[in-house]
């Protein structure tokens, strides 16, 4: 079955950088964008952006432009997102999501914490 | 970029009433690419619908989703206890692809 299980819960001070994987099982993985969304504590959920697994190109959000790198290894059907020069308003958990083509985003992982605090 | 809006913000129902919840974008949503997430405490949004209207897979039937260019509806026929949550709409046609602020379906 399809599953994207996430790396654990991280504490950064303000001014580091995280980087959060996305270990995907049950499907081909380079078939699929793994996208990329938080949700801020009681808040919505944000899209961050996406990669294409297969070539490696990545679409981002205006609001992370430049903060944000999304990567993947192919060999182990994992994605990475990471985040530097975090916030204390970064604090948020961090979401992947699968894509099918046409579709929108149909299986997500577990989620990861992410809390920014001095 | 197309901004997304939901009404209401919170819809108090008892169990076994219909839920209408609406979503709205600020300009034409290209090949209907709307899709409803519902997310309960905790957990990550599950895909209700997409395509404005296809039920993605193991999706109940009570949940409906209609609408076109700008105005979406996400019908819950007969509320189940385990349809208390909150409920996101998204648009993915074009990008960014932005979520809508949610309504949440409480329990009256």
Redesign the interface.
């Known amino acids: 079955q399809v599953q994207l299980v996430q790396s654990g819960a991280e504490v950064k001070k303000p001014g580091a950088s995280v980087k959060v994987s996305c270990k995907a099982s049950g499907y081909t993985f380079t078939d699929y964008f793994i996208?990329w969304?938080r949700q801020a504590p009681g808040q919505?959920?944000?899209?961050m952006g996406y990669i294409n697994v297969y070539s490696g190109g990545t679409?981002y959000?205006?609001n992370f432009k430049g903060r944000v790198t999304m990567t993947r290894e192919r060999s182990i059907s994992t994605a990475h997102m990471e985040l530097t020069s975090l916030r204390s308003d970064d604090t948020a958990v961090y979401?992947c999501a699968r894509?099918p083509p046409?579709?929108?985003?149909?299986y997500?992982?577990?989620?990861t914490p992410v809390t920014v605090s001095s | 970029e197309i901004v997304l809006t939901q009404s209401p913000v919170t819809l108090s129902l008892s169990p076994g009433e219909r839920a209408t919840l609406s979503c709205r974008a600020s300009q034409s949503i290209s090949s209907n690419y709307l899709a409803w997430y519902q997310q309960k405490p905790g957990q990550a949004p599950r895909l209700l619908i997409y395509g404005a209207s296809t039920r993605a897979s193991g999706i109940p039937d009570r949940f409906s989703g209609s609408g076109s260019g700008t105005d979406f509806t996400l019908t819950i026929s007969r509320l189940e206890p385990e349809d208390f949550a909150v409920y996101y709409c998204q648009q993915y046609g074009a990008s960014p692809w932005p979520f809508g602020p949610g309504t949440k379906v409480a329990i009256k």
């Open positions: 996208h969304v919505g959920l944000e899209w679409n959000a205006q979401y894509r046409q579709v929108a985003f149909d997500w992982g577990q989620g």
